[in-house]
Structures are given as C-alpha cells and as structure tokens.
C-alpha cells in the first residue's frame, strides 16, 4: 500500500536547525518527485519544496531559500527536509507528498500532489 511517513519535527529556538524525514511505502520512490508542504492553523496548506525524479532539481518556496535543503536518499526510500535557521512563527504541520508536478515558474514554486492521500505529517513549533 502506497503511504508516506513523515517525522522529525518538534521544539526548537528560533535560529536553530531541524532535519525532517519522509520515509516512503509501497512504491519506487525514485520514479517520483517528492514535495514538502506546511499548513498552519487556519491557513492553507503551501509548498515548502520539492525535488524531481528525473534529475534531482530541487526549488524552494521564497520564504525558505538559502534556509532549507531537500536531498532524497533513493537506497533508503526516504527524502529529508534540512532547515536552518528557523524562524519564529506559528506552529505548523509538515507534510511529503508524492507530486505530478516539480518545478519553479519564474521565482514560483509550483507543486501538485499526485494523490488525494495526506499523511499525519509532522508538527515544527519555532518558539523561545
């Protein structure tokens, strides 16, 4: 069964770093581009990044640039979200999925999910 388990967030000080994992079940992880996405309470849930199947590309929302590293390890069928420097913000979930569309337009992230499926994700708090 097709299913992807995030994990790796939690509690950390503003300016500090957090590495996230998203293990991946039931298919070839290297036949898929994988993204990661966030959702805030009462906020829509965006795209953070993502990296391409074919080529390894990776892009980045604007906000996280030069912050945040995505590297996919295909052996181990799990992909990692690095982030340093975080900022204070409110609590977000984050969330991998496997996409049908990777890519930058111009500055813009643009990802689609390929399934309707979504995780429990991973909570990341930025507090002192």
């Known amino acids: 069964q097709v299913h992807l388990v995030e994990s790796g967030g939690g509690l950390v000080q503003p300016g500090g770093s957090l590495r996230l994992s998203c293990a991946a079940f039931?298919?070839?992880?290297?036949?898929?581009?994988i993204g990661w996405f966030r959702q805030a309470p009462g906020k829509e849930r965006e795209g953070v990044s993502c990296i391409s199947s074919s080529d390894n590309n990776t892009y980045y929302v604007d906000s996280v640039k030069g912050r945040f590293t995505i590297s996919r390890d295909n052996g181990k069928s799990t992909v990692y979200l690095q982030m340093t420097r975080l900022n204070p913000e409110a609590p977000a979930v984050y969330y991998c999925a496997r996409l049908s569309v990777c890519q930058s337009v111009g500055e813009t992230l643009v990802v689609v999910s390929e399934d309707d499926y979504w995780g429990q994700g991973t909570q990341v708090t930025v507090a002192s």
């Open positions: 039931g298919f070839r992880l290297d036949s898929y581009s």
